[in-house]
């Protein structure tokens, strides 16, 4: 295995941002080259370096004549000075503790792959040799092989595309990692991952495009190519690259175009955009190939040629547009995502009500918040993001490594989103604690059972007014993980994901939700305290209303633009409209439905005071219907969407493939390379 010393050392590449810690406390999957017979060589260190393998042929050691100054997106290749020098040369990447330091020369250059798709043949031989390197299971590969095809017989064509990390320059899966577990080097310019320091939130596999980060159902952790530095040290190319039969493969500084080739292309059908992440491959695909290329997988995307002959996605309606309910299939592994997301945006809504609206002097919410129910709603609030941040810490791999989810402030959404939620749930917790003091039923417990008055701990007023402060603090924390949480899912690898309307749905649940929640506690507490509780009906329901036209807005806009999409997100359209087109359409009309319901309702109470227990069971059977539009809307929102991703084979990374297999059980097959489902 590849590992590295206690050396703590931070790197920062200059102009692209980016930061983590070195190969400290990692563990990089992989193998050293086995100590053979040979030359040894000393590194620069003064450290013996692991023997070189003699039996090595020629191709499969680097070679690089010339190197430019500048990749194609403009960004040094020398990447020492791209730093600005302010990372020294000669650095020891610590590989299995070994301080000695490799003797390529091109050491601090950036390097990246080069694929020929003419000359790959689907032999398989750069996984086998990537997967023997790195002692991988079955059911993942660092690098994988998959192909489209189009035409028909006899001019009937196939491109095969072998695919690891592209060591990115700028690498959104570094970026996104809460853990700070990836690690872009001025070393080879490795994008290099930590699965030790990874606790498994599976992040970095939704926003990287090329399905490069690998997260192992059974470990609970991801792992990733890490370009085999331990070869790139003494002057050998990648293990993949060497085992490639059909020359399809090459390495070394990147913008170096192999010997006897001609291209270095940025594209190749069904390679995803590089301007996310500006990759750190080059392609070369001369031969003539049809119009149309069709994945084989059952991703229902194929290729279109267009005026400029690159391939961009279009949509391939596989399965028809007959339309289906497959609620069974609603259900996924992202279901503890579904809990948290509702649960925190229903508690930060009725937490904001209740307590904004007696600050504002709202007589009804004065008369609740001086009730003895007022702290246990607060009390519900809190349990309901609590319940949300424990489903959502459970949804991880290594759940005990929760506490690792703030480790990268500086560039994850995701820590920003849990900093934000944790501080909601402290201000929300300190808020509850003063505000018992003024609890009356709170303190005749506390006088029965102590005997003693809590007003000689700290009197009403001034717990009061901690209470009020904290709950002043609790609403922009809450508001800053809302955001955040909105933000988490803005990715461009999926475009499904990438529009505003994630901000309207997310925010109008809190609205519609909150105004529930705190409706069903504030109302009967005031009706049987025989108080007027008419505003706080009109209120709670106001914001149900507001929640559910907010909502409804961004779901219109949404389908306008995923229909007429030729990419990704138009593909789960089709999706949304086919496979689970009747559940889609009943969650549309049951949203429509109770938005109108809600307001005919508010206009009967604002109008004709209508309040009796007819319209009560009417407001009840609207918050039912809200809370079952609202899972079922939330669950599809993650059953739906289609990442960018490689082409698979028809086997091979094909998610209709493991479907199949799991249900004739075949799946239990290690060798067939179905991942389990958990860990």
Not at 184 to 189: A, D, I, L
Not at 309 to 319: F, N
Request: with cysteine; hydrophobic share 40%.
């Amino acid at each position: 295995m590849l590992k590295d010393s206690k050396h703590n050392q931070m790197e920062t590449l200059a102009g692209s941002d980016l930061s983590g810690s070195d190969l400290s406390g990692s563990a990089l999957s992989g193998s050293d080259p086995a100590p053979i017979a040979g030359s040894e060589s000393t590194g620069k260190a003064g450290a013996m370096i692991w023997e070189i393998r003699t039996e090595e042929q020629p191709y499969a050691f680097l070679s690089d004549k010339k190197i430019a100054e500048s990749n194609r997106y403009g960004q040094k290749i020398d990447l020492i000075d791209l730093t600005e020098h302010k990372l020294p040369v000669g650095r020891s990447l610590y590989i299995n503790e070994n301080p000695a330091v490799g003797t390529n020369p091109n050491r601090n250059k950036q390097h990246g792959f080069y694929f020929t798709a003419d000359n790959c043949i689907g032999c398989h031989a750069c996984e086998a040799a990537c997967a023997e390197k790195n002692e991988t299971p079955a059911h993942f590969a660092f690098r994988s092989v998959g192909y489209v095809e189009g035409g028909s017989f006899p001019d009937y064509k196939r491109m095969n595309i072998s695919m690891a990390c592209n060591h990115c320059d700028n690498p959104v899966c570094l970026k996104g990692c809460p853990t700070r577990a990836y690690t872009k080097h001025v070393e080879y310019g490795a994008v290099l991952q930590d699965p030790e320091t990874c606790f498994g939130c599976g992040y970095c596999t939704w926003v990287c495009p090329y399905n490069a980060p690998q997260l192992d159902p059974v470990k609970g952790q991801v792992s990733k190519c890490n370009m085999c530095v331990d070869r790139l040290e003494v002057g050998l190319k990648p293990a993949c690259v060497s085992a490639c039969v059909g020359n399809a493969l090459d390495f070394g500084v990147i913008e170096n175009v192999p010997d006897n080739r001609e291209q270095a292309l940025t594209d190749i059908p069904g390679f995803p955009s590089s301007e996310i992440t500006h990759p750190n491959v080059r392609f070369q695909q001369i031969n003539q190939l049809p119009d149309e290329m069709k994945r084989t997988d059952s991703m229902p995307l194929k290729y279109h040629k267009d005026e400029n002959g690159r391939y961009k996605p279009a949509i391939d309606q596989k399965k028809g547009t007959t339309k289906h309910w497959n609620l069974a299939r609603l259900s996924s592994r992202e279901n503890p995502l579904v809990l948290f997301t509702l649960c925190s945006q229903a508690s930060i809504g009725a937490f904001a009500l209740s307590f904004l609206g007696a600050q504002a002097g709202v007589d009804a919410f004065v008369t609740f918040q001086q009730s003895a129910l007022y702290a246990p709603l607060a009390i519900l609030s809190f349990v309901l993001v609590a319940f949300g941040l424990f489903m959502s810490t459970m949804h991880l791999g290594k759940p005990h490594r929760f506490y690792r989810g703030f480790n990268n402030l500086r560039h994850s959404p995701v820590c920003r989103e849990g900093l934000g939620i944790a501080l909601f749930m402290a201000g929300l917790g300190l808020h509850i604690l003063f505000s018992l003091p003024t609890n009356s039923l709170f303190r005749s417990l506390y006088t029965w059972f102590l005997g003693a008055d809590i007003g000689a701990l700290i009197t009403p007023a001034q717990a009061q007014s901690w209470a009020t402060g904290f709950g002043y603090f609790a609403i922009p924390a809450s508001l800053v993980g809302l955001y955040y949480m909105n933000r988490c899912y803005r990715i461009e690898a999926r475009p499904f994901w990438n529009h505003w309307q994630v901000g309207s749905a997310f925010f109008g649940n809190m609205l519609s939700l909150g105004g529930l929640v705190a409706g069903l506690v504030m109302v009967p507490t005031l009706a049987f305290a025989g108080a007027n509780y008419t505003v706080a009906l009109l209120l709670c329901g106001g914001l149900m209303a507001l929640g559910l036209l907010i909502e409804a807005i961004g779901h219109l806009a949404h389908s306008k633009a995923m229909a007429s999409a030729e990419h990704e997100g138009g593909a789960s359209y089709y999706i949304q409209t086919s496979t689970f087109g009747k559940t889609f359409f009943a969650r549309n009309l049951l949203l429509a439905f109770n938005l109108c319901l809600v307001t005919g309702l508010l206009i009967a109470l604002a109008v004709w005071n209508l309040d009796n227990v007819y319209a009560l069971l009417s407001w009840c059977f609207a918050g039912g219907l809200l809370m079952a539009t609202s899972i079922v809307g939330r669950a599809l929102f993650y059953v739906l969407v289609i990442p960018t991703t490689m082409p698979g084979a028809f086997f091979w990374k094909n998610k209709g493939f493991e479907e199949h297999a799991r249900d004739i059980g075949l799946a239990n097959m290690p060798q067939v390379g179905v991942a389990p489902l958990h860990h």
